[in-house]
């Protein structure tokens, strides 16, 4: 029993980690579009993924639909959440850079949801998981400043809205923290991870759909721009939220999220080999702490 328990863990570790993989790719392949929004690529990301999801756990949430009624509360605020995610996320990109903008955005989703566990669920948090956290942010601030790209270079006489960027960040963060919380609970209330994230990504579309019809104008007017979508919605918002959901079965929301310190990383490297940005010696460190981070994390509490 413990062995399999012990598997299922490490599945999930797994899982969280390709999820995080997934999602560090969408910066750089979002600026493959540069005539796209970062509202429509938001918008479009996460809402046709929040449809596939819906469509994958239909069977489950038919089965489960009293269930998911009776915690219709927490439903609307992860629905909410998700909502508001990908608008306050891209935007970040946009406006400060595809590594900063990650690197804010997952730097401070773990502290957000340590308080939300800490001060609704009333979890102790361990010491592993606070070196962890500690490991992780200063590694994310080292990513950080380590990193100087083209973009960054063009924006400085733009110090107003990076500054907004930034600010966006924390929004994504605390909000990430939100709708991942919220799943948890419905996970922890015995609703199937595929109907908990099916009917929340899914409401979240029926409201982001409607900001793409209004945003996204540019979709069609070149291949490029249909293939950045089409790989945003099947591949890091659809399967990528898929892994989410199910490692998030076995793993704490807070430790979850913490995992997804991988995804500035992968950001990072991707920019560098990809977009061209370039990481002194600070932002290697930074990744080195990051790794350190998610080596403590992998083992069993």
């Known amino acids: 029993m413990k062995s399999s328990v012990n598997i299922s863990h490490y599945y999930g570790l797994f899982s969280i980690l390709l999820a995080a993989f997934l999602w560090g790719t969408t910066g750089t392949v979002a600026s493959l579009a ?14 046709g993924g929040g449809i596939l999801q819906a469509i994958l756990a239909r069977r489950q949430i038919a089965q489960q639909i009293n269930d998911i009624q009776s915690n219709l509360s927490i439903l609307l605020v992860g629905v909410i959440a998700v909502v508001l ?23 401070t989703a773990p502290l957000f949801t340590a308080i939300l566990e800490r001060v609704f669920d009333k979890k102790r948090l361990s010491l592993t998981w606070f070196i ?24 400085q006489n733009r110090e107003s809205q990076k500054f907004i960027g930034l600010i966006l960040g924390l929004v994504a963060g605390f909000t990430y923290a939100l709708y991942s919380w919220s799943a948890k609970k419905l996970i922890e209330r015995k609703i199937h991870s595929k109907a908990a994230m099916g009917t929340m990504f899914g409401g979240a579309a029926l409201f982001l ?16 721009n249909l293939y950045v979508v089409g790989y945003m919605i099947f591949i890091p918002m659809f399967l990528g939220y898929v892994l989410f959901g199910y490692g998030l079965k076995t793993i704490d929301a807070s430790k979850a999220i913490t995992l997804t310190l991988f995804e500035p990383v992968v950001a990072a490297i991707f920019a560098i080999t990809v977009v061209g940005e370039s990481l002194n010696v600070l932002g290697w ?9 998610l080596l403590l994390l992998s083992k069993k509490a």
């Open 34 to 47: 540069p005539t796209l929004s970062p509202l429509s690529v938001g918008a479009a990301a996460m809402g």
């Open 85 to 107: 995610y990908p608008l306050a996320f891209y935007s970040s990109m946009h406006l400060a850079g595809i590594t900063i903008g990650t690197v804010v955005s997952m730097g």
């Open 285 to 293: 460190f930074g990744m080195g702490l990051i790794m350190i981070c």
């Open 209 to 224: 759909l409607p900001v793409l019809l209004i945003t996204g104008d540019h979709i069609f007017s070149s291949n490029i």
């Open 132 to 155: 962890s956290f500690i490991l992780g942010v200063t590694g994310v601030a080292l990513l950080s400043i380590g990193e100087s790209s083209h973009i960054s270079e063009l924006d």
